[in-house]
């Protein structure tokens, strides 16, 4: 919060050429009296009313008025945030201190005469760190003209003069009248000069204090929010909320009512304490600390306007950053937000922006988390026998245990040893044990869990076509899922393909093609049976929806699996499509899992299809597995409580095509065995071409940062 004090500045503008001008150092701007938060507009347009006369007389045929618009327009092309607009002249000509910005010409500034040497003087009033008040006076002992060119000794150009002054009026002061003094080329130089123009110091200046044209912070919307990475329990970012907005439902922060605000994303790795605050931003923010995965639905966890208050601090040093101190618990999201501090009775009610610095630092509690000692490996069994998996974890006390299939927790699964009777294709998934001492909480890795069979399909599919010729010379054996699961296996002797289909939920017929040894189980999470092809021309098929998790076992080499939705590109009876149907035209699922019998694999092409799911694992997880092929995701996206992985033993060719992998939780990317991850063009299963995107998800592997090491952007 600001305590508004009202204040005033002269800048006087001299005549004295100078020459030999070296670049060094940097543009300076008004602080006030704590010399950390800037003063500068926060209101557009800043509306300058210019009573000069309108005669086209000066050597470019300019008349004084158009040429100071002409300087307005050259500064309007470099600011983001606010713009110059001319007014009408007002009567009489200026007045200081009524808050109006005002330009004019007069042979002294309200009866004080100018100083020797001095061409224009511009009058700068505050209140708190709002500019209120602007005004320039040229100074008409001088004779003004227009033109370009070096400075004329009997004559002065009124538009660069004009460009200086309206510097000021942005907020930028004088470089080589600072303390140091700023050897650099620019405009805003105390001496008038051939300089008619913002140079690059002048311009990098007034875009600290308003932005880029055109240009918003990467971090403004909730669903963009930076991901933060802590190091040794630290770190420092910095950003800007200049050019930010406020979300429709998203609530005040702080008691504010800024609207310029930007988000951050951070996981707390265990129970803690977190420290954030922004210290070493140039204006007055508000902090706020939320959990929730949606802007309208957040819960409040802590916020603070100012680190210090009037009372514990009344000099103009004062901390008017903001400060938290809150418990946080492991493994939950926090969503951070930073904005300007404004209230309604306040001249800038959408809040101040500036330039951010947030800082975070997080302790754990004296508590620790159970440590898995020993993991629980992957398995299969044929169809009705016994599969048991066992994880053992220490800590103080002993811990307790529940194991969880794909992010669900199974029912009894309370013990170190999990065992699964008369195993069924419904129960193949990724299998978690999680290791609970009081409030603090470790997962095992996921295991692997299949079923094995000889037969073409168990469970809920069915059979309905044997080798079929394909028109690209494939012959496959056609089965339709008529269930919650199934199991398939490929006659790969034959070198034959065994096709499943069912519905995603977007109404998309997904093909499932595997070929190779070993079983693939497919086990829809929220079935839905019987269902028809409401998209398609297949009156009478009944299929079954629901969101897929697939799951191969006893694979080799000469394993492969593709994924994809039926579409025009795909398909070879187009009678299939209704006229006027939208068609997704990706396949949905949430994971494949591949476990192998020597270590290896062949390829995996899922490049017409999206992952995701809102728990347990989405993507692709196939520890310790060599890929002879390639393997080719559409996209990959976790919601909620999900942990997106790409995780394998090793590949040469992985590529994400079409998708950007943002991650909707925040969580970073889990990865293991990739050297390059390339983001390339794809296509969906109608032929329409999806444009390569650049990365915008963070990767770890073993705890430790890896997305500069292995993206590979477009």
């Given at each position: ?10 800048r006087?503008?001299?005549?004295l ?20 938060y ?32 002409v ?7 470099q ?37 020797s ?11 708190g760190?709002d500019?209120?008040?602007t005004?320039?006076?040229?100074n ?23 460009v ?55 971090n ?13 329990g ?37 129970n ?6 922004t ?23 802590a ?23 809150t ?13 300007g501090?404004?209230d ?15 800082n ?48 669900v ?5 309370t ?14 998934g ?11 909480s ?18 809920t ?6 080798d ?28 034959q ?13 997904v ?27 297949q009156?009478g ?71 995701f ?11 310790g ?6 393997v ?14 790409l ?21 970073p990317?889990?990865v293991?065995?990739i050297?390059?991850?390339r ?7 109608h ?7 650049a ?6 592997e ?11 952007n477009?």
């Amino acid at each position: 919060m600001n305590a508004n004090v009202f204040a005033r500045w002269l800048r006087r503008l001299v005549l004295l050429a100078v020459a030999g001008v070296t670049v060094a150092s940097a543009f300076v701007l008004y602080y006030d009296d704590s010399d950390l938060y800037l003063i500068k507009w926060y209101r557009t347009p800043v509306v300058m009313h210019v009573a000069l006369p309108t005669t086209a007389t000066l050597s470019d045929g300019s008349s004084l008025l158009s040429s100071v618009g002409v300087a307005m327009q050259t500064w309007n092309a470099q600011l983001g945030a606010v713009q110059f607009s001319a007014g009408a002249a007002q009567t009489p000509a200026y007045t200081l201190g009524n808050e109006i910005n005002e330009i004019a010409i007069d042979k002294d500034v309200d009866g004080q005469a100018f100083s020797s040497g001095t061409l224009a003087l511009t009058m700068i009033y505050s209140y708190g760190n709002d500019f209120a008040e602007t005004d320039i006076v040229f100074n008409n002992a001088y004779t003004w003209d227009s033109y370009r060119g070096a400075v004329r000794a009997d004559r002065q150009d009124i538009r660069r003069v004009a460009v200086h002054e309206l510097g000021h009026v942005l907020g930028l002061n004088h470089p080589d009248q600072a303390n140091p003094r700023q050897n650099v080329t620019a405009i805003m130089n105390s001496h008038v000069s051939s300089i008619e123009a913002p140079q690059s110091d002048d311009v990098a200046g007034v875009r600290t204090l308003y932005g880029t044209p055109g240009v918003t912070p990467v971090n403004d919307r909730f669903g963009e929010a930076t991901v933060i990475i802590l190091t040794n329990g630290q770190r420092s970012m910095t950003g800007s909320n200049i050019g930010a907005s406020r979300e429709s439902g998203e609530p005040g922060h702080a008691g504010a009512t800024g609207i310029h605000s930007v988000w951050w994303n951070w996981t707390a790795p265990s129970n803690g304490t977190l420290v954030a605050d922004t210290f070493g931003s140039n204006f007055d923010t508000v902090l706020a600390v939320y959990t929730g995965t949606s802007v309208t639905a957040l819960t409040p966890v802590a916020a603070n306007d100012d680190e210090e208050s009037p009372e514990q601090n009344s000099t103009p040093q004062r901390k008017r950053t903001s400060k938290i101190t809150t418990a946080v618990t492991g493994g939950t999201i926090y969503r951070i937000a930073v904005d300007g501090w404004g209230d309604n009775d306040n001249s800038i009610p959408d809040g101040y922006t500036g330039a951010i610095t947030l800082n975070l630092r997080f302790s754990a509690t004296s508590e620790t988390a159970p440590v898995i000692t020993t993991q629980p490996g992957s398995g299969s069994i044929a169809a009705g026998g016994a599969l048991s998996l066992s994880v053992a974890a220490t800590s103080e006390p002993a811990p307790t245990y529940q194991w969880q299939r794909n992010g669900v927790d199974v029912a009894g699964g309370t013990g170190a040893t999990l065992l699964l009777n008369n195993v069924q294709p419904a129960d193949a998934g990724l299998y978690v044990a999680v290791a609970k001492n009081g409030t603090l909480s470790t997962a095992s890795r996921a295991a692997i869990v299949g079923v094995t069979t000889a037969a073409k399909v168990i469970g809920t599919g069915e059979v309905v076509g044997s080798d079929i010729l394909h028109s690209n010379g494939n012959v496959f054996d056609q089965v339709l899922v008529t269930g919650a699961a199934e199991a398939i296996t490929a006659d790969w002797n034959l070198n034959q393909i065994t096709r499943t289909s069912y519905i995603d939920i977007d109404g998309d017929i997904v093909q499932v093609e595997f070929s190779g040894p070993g079983t693939l189980s497919l086990v829809l999470d929220a079935a839905t049976a019987p269902a028809l092809a409401e998209k398609y021309n297949q009156p009478g098929v009944l299929y079954v929806t629901g969101h897929a998790g697939i799951v191969i076992t006893g694979a080799t080499e000469n394993t492969n699996v593709t994924v994809f939705t039926v579409g025009t590109g795909t398909a070879v009876n187009q009678a299939l499509f209704k006229t006027g149907v939208s068609y997704d035209g990706l396949a949905d699922i949430a994971f494949i899992a591949i476990s192998s019998t020597n270590g290896k694999f062949g390829g995996l092409r899922a490049a017409n299809t999206t992952f995701f799911a809102q728990r347990g694992h989405t993507g692709v997880y196939a520890p310790g597995v060599e890929f002879t092929g390639p393997v080719y995701v559409g996209d990959v996206s976790a919601y909620d409580e999900a942990q997106p992985v790409l995780v394998l033993g090793s590949a040469s060719d992985v590529r994400v095509t079409g998708g950007d992998m943002l991650q909707a939780n925040g969580r970073p990317v889990q990865v293991s065995g990739i050297a390059q991850l390339r983001f390339t063009p794809g296509s969906d299963s109608h032929g329409h071409t999806l444009s390569a995107q650049a990365n915008r998800a963070v990767y770890q592997e073993g705890g430790v940062d890896v997305t500069a090491r292995i993206v590979v952007n477009p």
